[in-house]
T-cell receptor, first 116, second 112 residues
Framework: GAVVSQHPSWVICKSGTSVKIECRSL??????MFWYRQFPKQSLMLMAT?????????EQGVEKDKFLINHASLTLSTLTVTSAHPEDSSFYIC????????????FGPGTRLTVL | SQQGEEDPQALSIQEGENATMNCSYK?????LQWYRQNSGRGLVHLIL?????REKHSGRLRVTLDTSKKSSSLLITASRAADTASYFC????????????FGAGTRLAVHP
C-alpha cells in the first residue's frame, strides 16, 4: 500500500528557533499534500493544502508567514515553523493524495513538536 | 475549521459490548470516512462511505450514512480492549474542495 513518511518523528527546540518537518510519499507521486495540526485530546485541524509547484492554500486563521509550506516535488512537502514558540507545540500530521479523489489520501505518522 | 461534531465525546464500555459513535456534519459531502488513532500515534483508515451509500460493513465495523440528516454512525461490535482509541469521522466536502475535514472525535475506552 501507499506509504507516507514524516521526518523527524519528534523534535524539541528552543523558543525562537525554526523547525522544518518533511513529508514524503515513498512509493507514489502525490499531486496534493495536506498539513494538519493536532493539540492533545483534540481533533485534526487542517492547516493548508499544497500542490506541487504552486503556493500553498492556507485555512482561515493559519498564519502563512509562521507556517511556511514548500511542495518542491511530487514526493516531498516541507512545513517550516518559523520562530517557534511554546504555543506551537503540537502534533503535526501530513497527508498525500493521488489525483483528485480523497479516497486515495494517505496519512503520515505525525511529528511531535515541543517548543521549550 | 471543523466540519462535524461527534458524540459522545467519550465512551467507556466493557469488552464484548458494542460501541456506537455518531458524527454530524454541516455541508454537502462526496464521502465520509472514519479513522482510528491510538494515543499519540498516526491515523488508521477504517472505512469510507460514499454519499450515495447508506450502509457499509468491514469486519466488526458497520457504518451508516444519512445524508438527509447529515449524520453518520460507526458501530463496533463485540469490542475488544485493543479497540481502545480515538475515532474520528472526516468529510470530503463536495463542490470541488477536495479536502478532508475532521470531526471532534470520540475517545473510546474498552475495559477487559
Amino acid at each position: 500500500g501507499a506509504v507516507v513518511s514524516q521526518h523527524p518523528s519528534w523534535v524539541i527546540c528552543k523558543s525562537g528557533t525554526s523547525v522544518k518537518i518533511e513529508c514524503r510519499s515513498l512509493d507514489f507521486q502525490a499531486t496534493t499534500m495536506f498539513w494538519y495540526r493536532q493539540f492533545p485530546k483534540q481533533s485534526l485541524m487542517l492547516m493548508a493544502t499544497s500542490n506541487e509547484g504552486s503556493k500553498a492554500t492556507y485555512e482561515q486563521g493559519v498564519e502563512k508567514d509562521k507556517f511556511l509550506i514548500n511542495h518542491a516535488s511530487l514526493t516531498l512537502s516541507t512545513l517550516t515553523v518559523t520562530s517557534a514558540h511554546p504555543e506551537d507545540s503540537s502534533f503535526y500530521i501530513c497527508s498525500a493524495r493521488v489525483g483528485g479523489a480523497t479516497d486515495t489520501q494517505y496519512f503520515g505518522p505525525g511529528t511531535r513538536l515541543t517548543v521549550l | 475549521s471543523q466540519q462535524g461534531e461527534e458524540d459522545p465525546q467519550a465512551l467507556s464500555i466493557q469488552e464484548g459490548e458494542n460501541a456506537t459513535m455518531n458524527c454530524s456534519y454541516k455541508t454537502s459531502i462526496n464521502n465520509l470516512q472514519w479513522y482510528r488513532q491510538n494515543s499519540g500515534r498516526g491515523l488508521v483508515h477504517l472505512i469510507l462511505i460514499r454519499s450515495n451509500e447508506r450502509e457499509k460493513h468491514s469486519g466488526r465495523l458497520r457504518v451508516t450514512l444519512d445524508t438527509s440528516k447529515k449524520s453518520s454512525s460507526l458501530l463496533i461490535t463485540a469490542s475488544r480492549a485493543a479497540d481502545t482509541a480515538s475515532y474520528f469521522c472526516a468529510t470530503d466536502l463536495s463542490g470541488g474542495y477536495n479536502k478532508l475535514i475532521f470531526g471532534a472525535g470520540t475517545r473510546l475506552a474498552v475495559h477487559p
